[in-house]
């Protein structure tokens, strides 16, 4: 059982190291007491150096990588299909975006994919929901791409590019998209002489895959409904 007694806490501790295949620093477990007698130079290189034969580079990718499986994990006890999962991450506050949301705009969003991402609260709420399915990564790779195309000093396109490629479409970045492993490599070869249109492949690739797949659901989910009823109550 877990310290706090809680045999679902257990449950997620043990998830987590399994994923995560972390172990604290020796340092780190020591007491305040036991920490003041270290050096200050062995304390902050027990807690910062990388472990004797480690990469530093490869060290660094795996942080990024444990990162988002701690986001993930954190989301376990979370998960729900709720019109209030919405509201919390609005462009505006709840009770203001939602008088503002018009019953006309949302049943706008079931017209067509495009029609739901070209309006903010439509995004902030396939967004919500496309976290309770733990797949909103390709939400904000397409948004990524989008704000991407909108570059114009050639510095930061080809900074950008690369950021953007090591998140969302490497193998084993830390949001990593669905995309098959031909669109993968035309993007890794694309990164030697980036450009506006260096994505376009891989954005098509997950844009089909939300209008197909996720995109429907969402149609038909709780959340969905839920905001469709209280607009609509709203005007009654």
């Known amino acids: 059982m877990h310290a706090c007694g809680c045999g679902w806490c257990e449950c997620m501790h ?10 604290p620093s020796p340092a780190k477990d020591l007491t305040a007491k036991e920490r003041s007698t270290l050096s200050p130079e062995l304390l902050t290189r027990s807690l910062s150096d990388p472990p004797a034969g ?12 444990n990162k988002g499986m701690r986001t993930r994990l954190g989301c ?4 729900s ?14 009770n203001r975006a939602l008088k503002r949301l018009s019953t006309e705009e949302a049943t706008r969003w079931a017209d067509s994919f495009d029609v739901l991402l070209s309006h903010k609260y439509g995004v902030a ?34 900074s950008k590019a690369h950021r953007i490629f090591e998140e969302f479409v490497d193998v084993q970045a ?17 990164m030697q002489e980036p450009s506006l249109t260096c994505f376009d492949q891989a954005q ?31 005007l009654s």
């Open 174 to 190: 830390p949001r990593e998209v669905n995309i098959d492993f031909q669109t993968r490599e035309a993007t890794r070869k694309n």
């Open 14 to 23: 043990k998830c987590a190291c399994v994923f995560l295949h972390t172990c």
């Open 81 to 94: 299909d709720s019109c209030s999962d919405f509201t919390a991450i609005l462009p505006d506050k709840p």
């Open 125 to 158: 709420a396939f967004r919500a929901f496309l976290k309770t399915e733990f797949s909103e990564e390709n939400l904000e790779f397409w948004l990524a791409c989008e704000e991407f195309k909108k570059t114009r000093s050639t510095a930061k396109l080809v």
């Open 204 to 234: 098509g690739k997950v844009h089909s895959l939300m209008e197909k797949d996720s995109y429907p659901r969402f149609l038909r989910s709780k959340m969905y409904l839920d905001l469709l009823s209280q607009s609509q109550r709203r």
């Open 76 to 79: 376990l006890s979370h998960k």
């Open 54 to 65: 480690k990469d530093p580079q490869a060290m660094r990718t795996g942080q990024r990588q």
